[in-house]
């Protein structure tokens, strides 16, 4: 058990660091997946079919993809807040921009555009993490930053929903209104952080000496990794994108991105099609976020404590196939609510443990370009799930082809967690 010492400091920490970066994830991820409500009108507008919604929607993920490791290792460079801040405003002032796209190659460009201008943004705050949150503590510290996106569904979607109910004003429909509105928090936050957030521990003058002491002796004490002493270096950065680990765990976050951006995108036109108003489809979309903010923070507690970690991995993405299957089977909205429950719960509880996983043996360089690979290959699922959902629907008429294939890459998530676990692989 902590000390009194120690709990004290990792509070103190905890209040100062983890309701502002939520903060941050929480504009992240709406400005991400908003176009789930946006396609309500925008597709008909610009002429869009399933398909090249879901490629489009997808493309965001190939842009992140290419600039994710270039892009943190910027930021391992020139410090956490310059380089978010840079983050935030350009990616605001894109997702304004989408607001004007005319047809489906400008979609297809901004949402390449939005992917490119928020590459680094998820692995840099989770490397941010590591940096001032002692070991035992990372996968609650996780949880609670990474709570957002499903506090930014049952928050945004009921928002979303009620944008898309405006008239036409000035000139714009609702669905530019609704890209331009939720853009503008993303500028003003980037200017925020250059004031706010501080870049190391031994930097926070708002600890005491002895508590940044105590801090900074804890985790260079706990700081280990595959480049060892030389943790820093160029050839550290290179042996870590190579480490069997990091490729392993990339491939299993990728299941969880296909299941979670498959959510986000296509959820509110899945709930749409049982007739309910853009309104109500907002407050049923925000029901199974609200179930897993509780299950993941609960499930990232009982990780910390057993410091158990593949068990807390494999059995949330065995859920999450489950609901998938189920919400690709159901034949009544009710069913499908209760199966986005489910899926939601399992996808959310097993990306804490995971990331918990990543940071035991990741550091310095390394740590910044192992996250920000783990983070670029395995949103590759948020290309690929979204777009095979809709590409399946334009062939098939139906979503319950796509929605048992992402329910398979969860699957394969599961199966690569045990291999790595039996092959006694240092977690």
Not at 35 to 59: D, E, Q, R
Not at 333 to 344: K, P, R
């Amino acid at each position: 058990m902590p000390d009194e010492f120690e709990a004290r400091v990792v509070r103190k920490i905890s209040w100062r660091i983890l309701p502002f970066v939520m903060l941050l994830y929480f504009v992240s991820f709406l400005d991400r997946v908003n176009v789930g409500f946006a396609a309500f009108t925008m597709n008909k507008a610009i002429g869009l079919s399933p398909a090249a919604y879901g490629l489009g929607g997808g493309l965001f993920f190939i842009g992140y993809f290419l600039f994710e490791v270039p892009s943190n290792l910027i930021l391992y460079r020139v410090g956490v807040r310059v380089w978010i801040a840079r983050v935030m405003v350009t990616w605001g002032i894109v997702s304004a921009c989408s607001a004007f796209v005319i047809g489906p190659h400008s979609f297809y460009a901004l949402r390449f555009l939005l992917g490119v201008a928020e590459a680094g943004f998820f692995p840099g705050i989770i490397l941010y993490l590591s940096v001032w949150f002692p070991a035992r503590y990372r996968a609650i510290a996780a949880a609670a930053f990474m709570a957002a996106a499903p506090i930014s569904t049952a928050i945004g979607s009921p928002i979303s929903g009620a944008l898309m109910e405006l008239p036409r004003f000035a000139g714009l429909s609702n669905w530019q209104w609704l890209y331009l509105i939720e853009a503008a928090p993303a500028v003003v936050l980037g200017f925020v952080v250059l004031k706010f957030l501080t870049d190391e521990p031994r930097d926070a003058t708002w600890l005491t000496a002895e508590e940044r002491e105590w801090l900074v002796e804890k985790l260079r004490a706990e700081r280990s990794g595959p480049a060892g002493a030389d943790g820093h270096s160029l050839s550290s950065v290179w042996r870590t994108l190579y480490d069997i680990r990091v490729i392993t765990l990339s491939l299993i976050y990728l299941g969880t991105s296909a299941g979670l951006y498959t959510l986000g995108l296509w959820a509110p036109l899945i709930l749409r099609q049982y007739q309910f108003s853009s309104l109500e489809t907002g407050w049923i979309n925000a029901v199974p976020s609200v179930a897993a903010v509780a299950g993941m923070t609960l499930w990232a507690r009982h990780s910390d404590q057993t410091l158990e970690r593949t068990w807390h991995v494999v059995i949330p993405c065995v859920a999450a196939c489950l609901g998938f299957v189920w919400a690709g089977s159901a034949h009544t909205a009710w069913g499908v609510i209760f199966a986005l429950v489910v899926v939601n719960i399992g996808i959310s509880a097993a990306k804490a443990p995971l990331w918990a996983m990543a940071s035991t043996f990741l550091s310095g360089a390394g740590a910044a370009a192992g996250i920000a690979m783990i983070n670029s290959i395995g949103n590759l699922g948020g290309f690929i799930g979204p777009y095979m959902i809709g590409w399946i629907k334009g062939r098939t008429g139906s979503y319950t082809g796509g929605l048992y294939l992402v329910g398979g890459t969860l699957a394969v998530s599961a199966v690569l967690t045990l291999v790595l676990s039996r092959r006694r692989v240092e977690l």
